[in-house]
Nanobody
């Protein structure tokens, strides 16, 4: 089974930066897609960024393009989300997720989830 543990959330002023980390264990399949999703109070969970474990191709939501960067260190089984130029509307619980296969933007397609880390931008 796959276990995901996020860290790095916190409170920051608008325009600031945070880096989230997602440590993965329990699998070594190169066919996995790793994703970051977020959910604000009263809103549906939405895709933020995804990365193919094999090859490192990245995909982003339009709302974060140019500000967020997803990356990975396969040797450490860790995925990162560097968030720059943060805005109050980025405030949400951020979740790391994994699935085998195509990197879709749909939360329901992802089988494995971390517990989430809160990001608050004021």
């Amino acid at each position: 089974d796959v276990q995901l543990v996020e860290s790095g959330g916190g409170s920051v002023q608008a325009g600031g930066s945070l880096r989230l980390s997602c440590a993965a264990s329990g699998y070594t399949y190169n066919s996995y897609c790793m994703g970051w999703f977020r959910q604000a109070p009263g809103k549906e969970r939405e895709g933020v960024a995804r990365i193919y474990r094999l090859g490192g191709v990245t995909l982003y939501a339009d709302s974060v393009k140019g500000r967020f960067t997803i990356s990975q260190d396969n040797a450490k089984n860790t995925v990162y989300l560097q968030m720059n130029s943060l805005k109050p509307e980025d405030t949400a619980m951020y979740y790391c997720a994994a699935r085998r296969g195509v990197c879709t933007p749909y939360p329901d397609d992802f089988a494995y989830w971390g517990q989430g880390t809160q990001v608050t931008v004021s």
